[in-house]
């Protein structure tokens, strides 16, 4: 009986050849298997103890694939073999860490050669390759699809779960679609910020392979209008991000004003500055900031939005803790962008996802514990009268009691069994209306009667929660699209009534709380923003290894 092995598109598969019609005296052997390669595939996936780490470690997700009687192998030639090699040599442009260590191993796991082994080598030669670039494959995905780290081991700050991703389901795809680019466009993150802060990566990394930008000397202050030696790199430097040319008219090359000006003003916009186009020192130090530390920002948000679900829903806000603005989004369209304060660096405001379930407006404020005994309860010693003024009361079991009528000398921190809540009114914590998406943390969104921090560039000032810097807008906009029979006018007869009422929402909302130092705005700039918790510093120390260079 002779036996031809044929080559079928990217794997070997064996044909029994035409016989002679047999006699009875002659045993018929059986057919070999229809496809022996993804036999030795599977009969390798059999025996773990056996397999190869990066092989070990993705032996669920490659199990899944390779048993469907339907799947195909994948890199037998050259077809999706090199493509994938030249995205793993290009592992920056997707802000991943360079894989050329990666590179070099596949390279050794050359295609198998038929001819120049027995049929058995063979096949272990082939399901050997198939199964560590397979795994290579998944790895890659992996990162891009979720991120290198699980956020909840790096920092307890960060409460997104590692997502549950079917890495099977990669391998059908790429089967399906036949093209390693087309199929890693389909499977990053679709969410806007992802796209957005990918293209931000490849501009700033043609502006790193240009030269950077150049320094600019430190002065003490230059306004518009003022005649300095300096203004010429200040032009050179806002060149290059800010589209201004890069010389002056003859006659003005020292001369800050005009085009000048305007272009310092937009970098100011840009970094989070006052925009008066005044160049101080906060100017000086950020126009200084080099380009690859700019780069390693975009790169460490591109990480966290790894993170987030895949799925930010229909209508949902979304705020960024590091750039202190929130952003509500609905049906793909930015309907509003607000100022937010939110918690100090050591109340840090938590990374999370949930859902808003309703608002609740002339909200009690109940005093969280630590507050209470930290803060609330010395100013209660020195006079429960002065904080009674400010609305303050007491709930012992479930009865208000007037501050006045207790004795707080004989309370302390490891004695206190009291409920300390501020009643609606203006001096209330909350102001007139709080948006709740119940999570362990406690925090939720509010209004508050300290207006004017919401002029200061910088506004980590809470004790974690999400201070609003327009909260009956936010209201309208939630109510009115989420609550049947609200409108702004209802809102604000409620809030002038004093009376607590809570709303519940009958179409939910998503609230994404973030914490991104680099991003594009609603008109497209790239914005960037201090690291006020040093999360980027403890992200690029888990990512890399290493302590932040800056």
């Known amino acids: 009986m002779g036996v031809a092995v044929a080559a079928v598109g990217s794997h070997a598969e064996l044909a029994t050849a035409q016989q002679p019609a047999a006699t009875a005296a002659v045993e018929v052997p059986q057919a070999p298997p229809a496809n022996p390669l993804r036999a030795a595939i599977l009969n390798m996936l059999a025996e773990p103890d056996w397999l190869i780490l990066p092989v070990r470690q993705r032996r669920e997700a490659l199990l899944a694939y390779y048993k469907d009687p339907e799947s195909r192998v994948l890199w037998q030639d050259d077809a999706l073999a090199a493509p994938f090699l030249r995205r793993l040599s290009n592992a920056q442009a997707d802000g991943l860490e360079s894989h050329a260590n990666l590179v070099e191993q596949l390279g050794r796991v050359a295609r198998v050669n038929r001819f120049a082994l027995s049929r058995e080598a063979h096949l272990h030669q082939a399901a050997l390759r198939e199964l560590y670039w397979s795994a290579a494959f998944l790895k890659y995905a992996g990162e891009i699809k979720k991120g290198r780290i699980l956020p909840t081991k790096m920092d307890d700050k960060l409460f997104w779960q590692e997502k549950t991703i079917d890495m099977g389901a990669a391998l059908q795809l790429i089967a399906e679609i036949g093209q390693i680019d087309v199929f890693f466009d389909a499977w990053e993150p679709q969410i806007p910020l992802y796209k957005a802060l990918k293209r931000a990566l490849g501009e700033y990394r043609a502006i790193e392979a240009n030269g950077g930008w150049p320094a600019v000397p430190v002065i003490d202050v230059l306004k518009p209008g003022e005649t300095n030696a300096i203004v010429g790199d200040l ?10 040319a890069a010389t002056a008219p003859a006659g003005e090359e020292t001369i800050y004003g005009g085009d000048l000006v305007e272009a310092m003003m937009r970098f100011q916009r840009r970094h989070g500055l006052d925009d008066d ?21 975009i790169v460490l948000s591109m990480e966290r939005v790894r993170w987030m679900p895949e799925e ?35 109340h840090q405001t938590p990374v999370f996802s949930e859902t808003m379930q309703y608002v609740e407006i002339n909200p009690y404020w109940n005093v969280p514990r630590s507050i209470a005994i930290n803060e609330e309860l010395p100013k209660l010693q020195k006079s429960a009268a002065a904080r009674s003024d400010r609305g303050f009361e007491a709930v012992i079991g479930d009865k208000p009691v007037p501050l006045t009528a207790i004795n707080w000398s004989r309370y302390s921190a490891g004695n206190f069994p009291v409920q300390l809540r501020q009643k609606p009114g203006p001096n209330n914590a909350l102001g007139q209306v709080k948006f709740m998406f119940p999570n362990r943390f406690n925090v939720y969104m509010h209004d508050t009667p300290a207006r004017a921090l919401f002029a200061n560039a910088s506004r980590a000032y809470s004790h974690g929660c999400i201070r609003l810097a327009r909260p009956i807008d936010m209201a309208e906009q939630v109510l009115t699209t989420s609550v049947p029979g609200w409108d702004r006018k209802r809102i604000e007869a409620v809030v002038a009534s004093g009376a607590r009422t809570v709303v519940s929402l009958k179409a939910p909302i998503e609230v994404h709380i973030t914490y991104s130092t680099a991003w594009r705005d609603e008109y497209g700039d790239i914005q960037f923003r201090p690291d006020v918790y040093r999360r980027d510093a403890k992200l690029y120390a888990a990512l890399f290894g290493k302590p932040y260079p800056y």
Request: charged share 25%; hydrophobic share 40%.
């Open 235 to 244: 032009r050179r430097r806002l060149a290059v991000t800010e589209g201004v």
């Open 312 to 346: 930010l829903g229909k209508h949902y806000i979304m705020v960024n803790i590091a750039g202190y603005q929130l952003r509500r989004v609905q049906d793909r369209q930015v309907k509003d962008v607000m100022r937010v304060v939110v918690g100090q660096p050591y």
């Open 277 to 297: 186009g005044v160049v101080g020192k906060k100017s000086l130090f950020q126009l200084n900031i080099p380009i690859d530390y700019r780069i390693r920002q």
